[in-house]
RNA sequence: GGUCCCAUCGUCUAGUGGCCUAGGAUAUCGGCCUCUCACGCCGGAGACACGGGUUCGAACCCCGUUGGGACUACCA
């Protein structure tokens, strides 16, 4: 019995997937990212427009940004402005749109009208109230939550307080033949007549996309698999509209740490949160794109290579946790490949002091910024490092001073600014040679018994980037100042 | 509850019946480098959820169990 039910589904699918085996592969590929305008764009929102960019951009076709703002409660312009500027931030742009889907309404109408006209859809009166009576007696009679279909064949036409619905198929399946997860059968029992279009006339998100995807050519629907459920109604509606299918791709979705769906209480999910935190759209791009996605053992991609490398082939089904510790060392990376000319502008939002920052030229800090490169993890770590080479006077770590800023250092520091305001050519090389050769071997002491001490005096902590390289950029004068500003603790 | 999906190191993943005593990355631990902190380099530990099949042979195929997730609205 399992077995001919099983059997039929497949035989279904088999006759689904030679119905619609060309168009898609021939024409011009079309994705879409519709986004609700009900927040900012959020990491798994992002995911999924990424791999729509990728797969438009692969295949030399088109995408389309359209703005599903149905739910005008919810629905925002500030989260439209958020979501478009994160788009840009990532460097995702579109071919087409946005489109709103509230300046459509005439379009959704008129297909509306061939389905009601059609006897696919038809008006009901049931009330809110009404219905969520009947379901809960329906629970409690232990059936399912369905609609009853008490309104079908009344034969009502349109007026206030009236939705639409869709007539289901009441037997039979509808295959989903997934890119992704391969064929998923869904038989109509399970499935309720859906409303199409509510009682203020606008429709609901189900007969939106459906209309939008095919009044737009969309080739390729590629979106996350929370939606997989509404697919078979998706489906079922396309048909009724005498459309052709588009592919379906369903992506996992994106988890928190404790491997729920990821939400607000597992911290910064917004894009443009880690903009402010410092990361570079490369690096959420690259993470972004490795969570669901992989190309062999290849972890770093240039967004050329992954245009060149984008597949569906190659995403996985099952759902991926969000790591920010990846997400870091990525971020690192890129801070570490980046041009200190690029990072420069960057850096500077992230600066205390940003007049002190824009008062030095442009070769002082790539200078600075190349010093502080490796030892970055975000922006923000560089604007509070890059502080010291800014400042008149440094602040200095207390502990720091009292272990390293002591009397015995009279004399070496004595020396040293002697010997580097002697110093004819001031460069790295030669400085290393007055610590070395002078400091260290005439006065007996270990290189790192002077480092510490005048580490602290030029930067005010016990950690930093090399010591010659910080001399060689501050110069001889804020160095032989801040040597001497030193002393004064001892 | 019902429907659907998923299951390889802590995490992201490679793997599509023999190349697997399971590879890479991250995180972690140890070492090297060294003027500090990083970076970098070298090395260690660390996984096929479980149980049945199929097969000469299974991480890969089938069934079941368990676990996790999604959906179940006049939200999208």
Redesign the pocket.
């Known amino acids: 019995m399992e077995l001919c039910y099983r059997l039929g589904c497949f035989i279904f699918y088999l006759k689904q997937c030679s119905q619609r085996r060309s168009p898609a592969f021939m024409d011009k590929i079309i994705t879409r990212f519709?986004?609700?305008p009900?927040g900012y764009l959020h990491i798994g929102g992002a995911r999924t427009a990424l791999f729509n960019w990728l797969f438009a951009r692969h295949h030399g076709g088109k995408f389309i940004l359209r703005i599903?703002?149905?739910?005008r409660?919810?629905?925002t312009d500030e989260s439209i402005k958020a979501i478009l500027d994160a788009m840009e931030w990532l460097d995702m742009g579109w071919d087409e749109g946005p489109h709103y889907?509230m300046q459509r309404l005439d379009v959704y109408r008129e297909y509306i009208d061939r389905l009601v006209a059609s006897g696919r859809a038809y008006y009901?009166?049931?009330?809110?109230e009404d219905?969520?009576k009947r379901?809960a007696a329906a629970?409690a009679a232990?059936l399912?939550?369905?609609?009853d279909g008490r309104c079908r064949d009344r034969g009502l036409g349109p007026g206030p307080?009236?939705?639409v619905r869709f007539r289901l198929p009441d037997s039979g399946a509808t295959v989903l033949n997934d890119v992704i997860?391969?064929?998923?059968?869904?038989?109509h029992s399970?499935l309720d007549d859906?409303?199409l279009q509510?009682?203020?006339g606008?429709?609901?998100?189900?007969f939106?996309?459906v209309v939008d995807d095919v009044t737009m050519g969309i080739t390729h629907v590629i979106r996350?698999?929370?939606?997989?459920?509404?697919t078979p109604r998706q489906i079922l509606i396309y048909e009724a509209l005498g459309a052709s299918l588009p592919q379906f791709g369903?992506v996992?979705?994106i988890?928190g740490?404790?491997?729920?769906?990821l939400s607000k209480r597992h911290g910064a999910m917004s894009v443009m949160a880690y903009k402010d935190m410092g990361y570079l759209p490369e690096a959420l791009i690259n993470y972004l794109v490795?969570?669901?996605?992989?190309?062999?053992?290849?972890?770093i991609f240039t967004r050329a290579e992954l245009i060149e490398h984008f597949s569906l082939?190659?995403v996985?089904?099952?759902?991926?946790?969000?790591?920010p510790?990846?997400l870091?060392?990525?971020n690192?990376?890129y801070i570490?490949e980046s041009s200190p000319e690029t990072l420069a502008p960057l850096v500077e939002s992230f600066v205390e002091d940003r007049a002190a920052f824009a008062a030095k030229p442009a070769p002082f800090l790539s200078k600075a910024i190349e010093t502080l490169q490796?030892?970055?993890?975000t922006l923000v770590e560089m604007g509070a490092a890059i502080k010291f080479y800014l400042v008149e006077d440094v602040a200095y770590d207390p502990a720091a001073a009292k272990k390293f800023l002591t009397p015995e250092m009279r004399e070496p520091f004595r020396r040293l600014i002697e010997m580097i305001g002697g110093l004819e050519m001031f460069n790295e090389e030669n400085l290393?040679r007055v610590f070395r050769q002078v400091v260290v071997e005439e006065m007996g002491l270990?290189?790192?018994k002077i480092?510490?001490p005048v580490?602290v005096a030029l930067t005010g902590?016990?950690?930093?980037?090399?010591?010659?390289?910080i001399i060689d950029i501050l110069g001889k004068d804020a160095v032989l100042k801040r040597l001497r500003r030193a002393m004064e603790n001892f």
């Open positions: 519709p986004p609700s009900t599903e703002d149905t739910d409660v919810r629905s889907q009901c009166d049931c009330s809110p219905l969520e379901r629970m232990g399912k939550p369905k609609y307080n009236r939705v997860k391969g064929p998923i059968f869904f038989e399970e859906l409303v509510r009682s203020d606008i429709p609901t998100y189900n939106a996309v996350g698999d929370d939606h997989v459920n509404n369903h996992p979705m988890l740490p404790d491997k729920t769906r490795r969570l669901g996605w992989s190309h062999g053992d290849q972890e082939a190659n996985g089904k099952s759902p991926s946790v969000f790591d510790e990846k870091l060392w990525l690192a990376h570490k490796p030892r970055s993890h290393e270990k290189l790192g480092a510490q580490r902590s016990t950690m930093s980037p090399g010591l010659f390289e």
